[in-house]
T-cell receptor
C-alpha cells in the first residue's frame, strides 16, 4: 500500500492568484499522478510526473496553467496558476503500486 | 472515442439487500478493470481489480464480474449495510498505457 498526504486540504483563493499543492508519499515511487475532480464529476488526469524529467500533460491541460515539480521520488507539487472560478475543484495526487492506484485525501479549491 | 459509463442514477436500497452497479465501456481493450469507493471529501479507495482473463472475483461481501465480449463489469455489494453508502467508481487501464480512466461513479445509499 501507500500512504499519501496533501497540503493544503482546502483553500479559498481570489481570481488571478496561484496556489501550490504539495503531495508527499511514504515511500519512493517512479510516477506520481495529478487528477482533478470537478463538482459532481469523475476524476480527470491532469498529468504524470516522473522524477528528473518534465511532466507529461493530458489533452486540455498545459504546463503554463498547471506547472508541476518532482524534485525527488517521494514528493511532487502542482501549481494552479492565474486561477478563475472554473478551477474550483478537488485536486488529487496518486501513485501506482502493484496495479493499484493509491490516492491522497485531495485538496478542495474554491476560487472566488 | 473512448467512453466509460456507469449507472447514471443513484441507487437507494434497503439494508440487507444486494446492490448491483454497472460499468460499460467502449473503444477500450483493458488489461484489467478496477473498482474504487469514494466517500464525500475523500480520495478514492481501491476495492477490487479484475483482469481481462478473469470472469469473477470476490472480496468479502463484494463481487465483480468482467465480460470483455459485452464490454461490461458488474459490481455487487451483498448483504448491504448503511456503512456501504458511498460513490463507487470503475476505472480502466488500457493495454497500451498505464493511465487510468474513471467512470463518473454511482452513488449508493443504504437505508437502515
Amino acid at each position: 500500500s501507500a500512504v499519501i498526504s496533501q497540503k493544503p486540504s482546502r483553500d479559498i483563493c481570489q481570481r488571478g492568484t496561484s496556489l501550490t499543492i504539495q503531495c508527499q508519499v511514504d515511500s519512493q515511487v517512479t510516477m506520481m499522478f495529478w487528477y482533478r475532480q470537478q463538482p459532481g464529476q469523475s476524476l480527470t488526469l491532469i498529468a504524470t510526473a516522473n522524477q528528473g524529467s518534465e511532466a507529461t500533460y493530458e489533452s486540455g491541460f498545459v504546463i503554463d496553467k498547471f506547472p508541476i515539480s518532482r524534485p525527488n521520488l517521494t514528493f511532487s507539487t502542482l501549481t494552479v496558476s492565474n486561477m478563475s472560478p472554473e478551477d474550483s475543484s478537488i485536486y488529487l495526487c496518486s501513485v501506482e503500486r502493484a496495479d493499484t492506484q493509491y490516492f491522497g485525501p485531495g485538496t478542495r479549491l474554491t476560487v472566488l | 472515442s473512448q467512453k466509460i459509463e456507469q449507472n447514471s442514477e443513484a441507487l437507494n436500497i434497503q439494508e440487507g439487500k444486494t446492490a448491483t452497479l454497472t460499468c460499460n465501456y467502449t473503444n477500450y481493450s483493458p488489461a484489467y478493470l478496477q473498482w474504487y469507493r469514494q466517500d464525500p471529501g475523500r480520495g478514492p479507495v481501491f476495492l477490487l481489480l479484475i483482469r481481462e482473463n478473469e470472469k469473477e472475483k470476490r472480496k468479502e461481501r463484494l463481487k465483480v464480474t468482467f465480460d470483455t465480449t459485452l464490454k461490461q463489469s458488474l459490481f455487487h455489494i451483498t448483504a448491504s449495510q448503511p456503512a456501504d453508502s458511498a460513490t463507487y467508481l470503475c476505472a480502466l487501464e488500457g493495454s497500451n498505457d498505464y493511465k487510468l480512466s474513471f467512470g463518473a461513479g454511482t452513488t449508493v445509499t443504504v437505508r437502515a
